[in-house]
């Protein structure tokens, strides 16, 4: 099955830092998704971006679906950004599952 | 607008007792996956509801169960509790598109279950 590779694993940031995330994903996908798990459990979404580039506020985030990886950009970092991030793909073959990442756990200091 | 909902919020089982979750999609959507969350790792899909069956399982044994009902609602249960199943599960709807389509998933708060 696909594998989806996150990095790095862990990352900590002073207030203020940007950051880049990186998935990486080992067959063609025809969805892509990141998410923000909060302390709390709760995935929020931040970007459905199966190809091309989003901005929202100070995250944005790229997709180049030929080269098979996903970046997710975090610019002036605060610490209520704080959590796991995970990206999470559905195989462009039928299927209807969603395939997690391994995450990104990311802590802001302030 | 509502989002996904989901409950209960904590339930505490012993092993070998029977569990019931439930959940309510967005509003507008017709499909419902279920992911269970072990601690420290990625979700991991169970199963997709779609037209009130069974679309989709993923790797879990037959003691995990669902229904969807025709208001697209949908419950998640599991038998014959292990130690193992504590974890969080999470519910995602999604509107269908197709096999090929767009299908973004919007996800509950989770019921956080601990089987002691």
């Known amino acids: 099955g696909i594998q989806v590779e996150q990095s790095p694993p862990d990352l900590i940031l002073q207030e203020g830092a940007n950051s880049t995330l990186r998935c990486n994903f080992s067959?063609?996908?025809?969805?892509l998704q990141w998410f923000h798990q909060n302390p709390w459990g709760q995935l929020i979404n931040l970007f459905y971006i199966p190809s091309g580039t989003k901005q929202n506020g100070r995250l944005s985030a790229t997709t180049v679906a030929t080269e098979r990886y996903s970046l997710l950009y975090i610019s002036s970092s605060q610490t209520t950004d704080s959590g796991v991030y995970f990206c999470a793909v559905r195989v462009a073959s039928g299927t209807y599952k969603y395939i997690f990442g391994t995450g990104t756990r990311l802590k802001v200091l302030a | 607008d509502a989002g996904v909902t989901q409950s209960p919020t904590h339930l505490i089982k012993t092993r070998g007792q029977q569990v019931t979750l439930r959940c309510s999609p967005k509003?507008?959507?017709?499909?419902v996956s279920w992911y269970q969350q072990a601690l420290g790792q990625g979700p991991q899909f169970i199963f997709q509801?779609?037209?009130?069956?069974?679309?989709q399982r993923g790797n879990f044994p037959d003691r995990f169960s669902g229904h969807q009902f025709p208001n697209y609602s949908s419950e998640l249960n599991v038998n014959a509790l292990l130690l193992g199943d504590s974890a969080l599960y999470l519910c995602?709807?999604?509107?269908?598109?197709?096999?090929?389509?767009?299908?973004?998933?919007?996800f509950g708060p989770g019921t956080r279950l601990t089987v002691l």
């Open positions: 995602a709807s999604s509107r269908f598109g197709g096999a090929g389509g767009r299908n973004e998933q919007f």
């Open positions: 509003s507008g959507h017709d499909t």
């Open positions: 509801y779609y037209e009130e069956e069974e679309r």
């Open positions: 067959d063609s996908v025809n969805n």
